[in-house]
């Protein structure tokens, strides 16, 4: 019953055990499915599932017979030219990244927007090469197809190897597709969690930092070899700076001319982007504007600068990966698939919550699988989606992936038609473009002293990602950091939080006991909070800091207690102990015997309750016990364990808890386990947990009312009235005052609770 009064409730309620309140509201057992069950469910078919998987299988038979055409399709052919030309850009751009020509970069930027438009559950993200993962693909290429197997470098040699490093990075995109289907398939979307918010940030951030060095050779014109082994940004470095003298001055003019003014259109459009109508094309127009000054001025014979040179015009036909490739491949395309799924995934999430729709984490390891695997078929390389491409597509008033099949018939006009007039554009150019593209993942350097002000461990993480990624390489940096970042769970949940509760005024409302001066704490109570999982890692922190709660060892007080009964016992058959009616007294000079003497190798007797059955008076340890014999004292004769935070407990741990528990009771203190939650109960009912020592009845619904019995029992147990009313079981209320002040409402046994 809850009667509102003011700003203040007054409930009345019995004190419940679980096992009374499951009694007494009739608690349902329902039927836990097993895993059969749900396999059975899983692969079970009817004209409903199949429907259901059709639909989320093909999302676009969802969204396409309900697009609104007159409202939508102007918005996204602006928005699709828009993000075509970025992508055309953006995929020559980063076809560097990858060590491959830059034509291999609009395959990249066109086959997946197909296949994405089909099975892909995002209206917004805009699908294709990202810079990271085209580092990533290029680090592979690098290590199986290095530089220096160009022999004498001939025009004949370049083009073999351009051709085996094309073939390498289509097998690493193919088999990175294969695993992200397979994932998804397989219904593993959820593995994006692993891979938290500043694991991320930091790892693209030094990603950011290896596609600059990487560019840098590109911006210097200097013949830098590729380094992909741990340290390798280092080496890169020193190669750089031993050949500076050799730095092609028009191609380092180039570079920083674009650099300086793509940064400064960039900032222009954030700072007016509620003003623009669209963002100015700044990639586009200092594109056009680079190729018709190297043409005419003639750049390639005057200055001797890369240029991007003749881009084959149409397809070329699908091919099969190279097995020897996928063999050696293997973790790269591991780390190339979680990565790429967890940058697309996160930018999806971001504008589904805008706009209000939902996105399926597996189906978008399908698309994504199957996006790879068509354009690695294709000699493209590994794709997702790049933010700022993305960001175009979505702020130029894109509605659905109808603006993504715009920006791929851009792609495929260039492809088919205007490539040839890229071909004076310098590779320079490209270069500066791709880090033109870097100033959101650089400017993530911010978030360290944000996340070390929020959330040390946090930024720890983020820290550690990045040194690693930047040190070791990203294939085995991400796995340190994924490591790394679940070692902290780990250690914070091997450390968990362990606190003593006390009473905050006289309510049924119970805090830290440090954090507040009105509290009460009941006498001889101690109650004790763990704020985590219970498991084999921590369960023996759980138990010291438990001890040190109580400030006593339990299987120390039982072992000196039963010391204590065997040196009575044998004073007692000596006749050095007399039993009177006020106690033990010693009539004789008490001999001194050493504990290994009372030991007598029966050790393991020691650990076992105390039995008194056979003394002709029971002993009380609170009082003065003859000479020679001490034992600790212990203060306390409850303790109340808050079980609300701890969300499992496994086997081990479980093992350890019930040893635990029967230390305490074998020294006679109550033991009552709060707020458990649900199925908690039957779970320790199934593993064997109670036994004649450790009950089900400890078990209550809350503190308070673990705390109210408690005092009841002890009021009960001092007071011969209440104790010969629980005798009669009087069915009559009355109401009881604690000698505490808190105030319990007595309905025979168990109690109703004001307060």
Not at 465 to 489: H, K, P, R, Y
Not at 497 to 516: H, Q
């Amino acid at each position: 019953m809850v009667e509102p009064v003011g700003n203040h409730y007054v409930v009345a309620r019995p004190v419940y055990s679980e096992n009374l309140f499951n009694e007494e509201h009739e608690k349902l057992h329902r039927y836990h499915k097993t895993f059969w069950d749900h396999l059975k469910l899983y692969f079970g078919c009817s004209p409903q599932r199949v429907k259901k998987i059709a639909l989320g299988l093909f999302p676009i038979i969802s969204w396409l017979p309900a697009y609104r055409f007159r409202e939508w399709i102007l918005s996204d052919i602006v928005s699709g030219i828009n993000t075509g030309l970025v992508a055309v850009l953006q995929g020559l751009a980063f076809a560097l990244l990858v060590n491959v020509p830059p034509g291999y970069g609009l395959y990249a930027a066109f086959f997946p927007v197909l296949v994405y438009f089909i099975f892909g559950t995002s209206r917004h993200i805009s699908v294709g090469p990202f810079p990271v993962l085209s580092l990533m693909v290029g680090g592979a290429v690098v290590r199986l197809v290095p530089d220096d197997s160009a022999g004498n470098g001939t025009s004949t040699n370049i083009s073999a190897i351009n051709e085996e490093r094309v073939m390498v990075a289509a097998s690493v995109t193919f088999l990175s597709g294969v695993f992200q289907l397979l994932l998804g398939i397989l219904q593993f979307g959820f593995i994006v969690i692993y891979l938290s918010q500043s694991l991320i940030s930091g790892f693209t951030t030094a990603a950011a930092i290896h596609v600059v060095v990487s560019q840098l050779k590109f911006m210097l014109q200097l013949p830098v070899p590729g380094f992909n082994k741990p340290f390798g940004i280092i080496y890169t470095l020193e190669s750089v700076f031993s050949q500076i003298t050799k730095t092609n001055i028009a191609d380092l003019v180039t570079s920083l001319v674009v650099l300086l003014i793509v940064f400064v259109v960039k900032e222009m459009n954030d700072r007016y982007k509620a003003k623009l109508p669209t963002p100015i094309p700044i990639e586009l127009l200092v594109t056009v504007l680079a190729a018709l000054i190297s043409y005419f001025v003639n750049f390639e014979e005057k200055f001797n600068v890369a240029v991007v040179g003749k881009l084959e015009e149409g397809f070329q036909a699908p091919v099969a990966p190279d097995v020897g490739v996928l063999q050696k491949c293997i973790g790269d395309s591991i780390s190339i698939a979680i990565v790429g799924f967890a940058v697309a995934f996160s930018v999806a999430k971001v504008y589904s919550i805008k706009h209000d729709y939902p996105v399926d984490g597996n189906q978008e390891l399908i698309a994504f699988g199957l996006s790879n695997i068509v354009g690695g078929s294709f000699k493209g390389f590994a794709s997702s989606t790049a933010l700022s491409r993305s960001g175009v597509q979505e702020s130029t008033g894109g509605k659905t992936q109808i603006a993504g099949i715009i920006s791929a018939v851009i792609v495929l006009i260039v492809i088919l038609a205007i490539g040839f007039l890229l071909a004076p554009l310098q590779k320079s150019v490209l270069a500066s473009l791709a880090l033109g593209n870097l100033k959101g993942m650089l400017m993530q350097f911010k978030e360290v002293g944000i996340l070390w002000r929020k959330d040390k461990y946090d930024c720890i993480i983020w820290v550690v990602t990045f040194l690693a990624a930047i040190f070791l390489g990203l294939d085995i940096g991400l796995a340190t950091a994924v490591a790394f970042q679940l070692l902290t769970v780990v250690i914070r949940s091997q450390i968990p939080s362990c606190t003593v509760l006390a009473n905050v005024g006289r309510s049924n409302i119970y805090r830290n006991r440090k954090d507040y001066t009105d509290i009460y704490e009941p006498e001889g109570v101690k109650i004790f909070r763990c704020s985590s999982p219970i498991f084999f890692a921590n369960i023996e922190f759980f138990r010291e800091k438990l001890i040190t709660a109580v400030g006593f060892n339990p299987l120390r007080v039982l072992r000196k207690r039963n010391k204590a009964l065997r040196k009575i016992r044998k004073m007692l058959k000596k006749g050095e102990l007399q039993v009177t009616p006020k106690g033990l007294i010693c009539v004789a000079n008490y001999t001194h015997e050493s504990d290994e003497e009372l030991d007598n190798n029966r050790i393991e007797e020691l650990d076992q309750p105390t039995n008194m059955t056979d003394l002709p008076i029971q002993i009380n340890w609170g009082a003065d016990l003859p000479p020679g014999i001490t034992v600790p004292q212990v203060n306390i004769h409850s303790i109340v364990l808050d079980f609300s935070s701890v969300s499992f407990l496994d086997f081990s741990a479980m093992r350890v808890l019930q040893k635990t528990l029967k230390e305490f009771v074998r020294i006679n203190i109550d033991i009552y386990i709060a707020g458990a939650h649900e199925g908690f109960l039957d779970k320790l009912e199934r593993c064997a947990f109670f036994d004649e020592e450790i009950k089900p009845s400890m078990f209550f619904l809350t503190i308070h009312d673990a705390v109210l019995h408690i005092l009841l029992k002890k009021d009960i147990a001092s007071s011969p009235k209440l104790k010969l009313a629980e005798e009669k079981g009087s069915s009559n209320d009355c109401i009881i005052t604690l000698s505490n002040g808190l105030r319990s409402r007595e309905c025979t046994i168990p109690t109703e609770t004001k307060f």
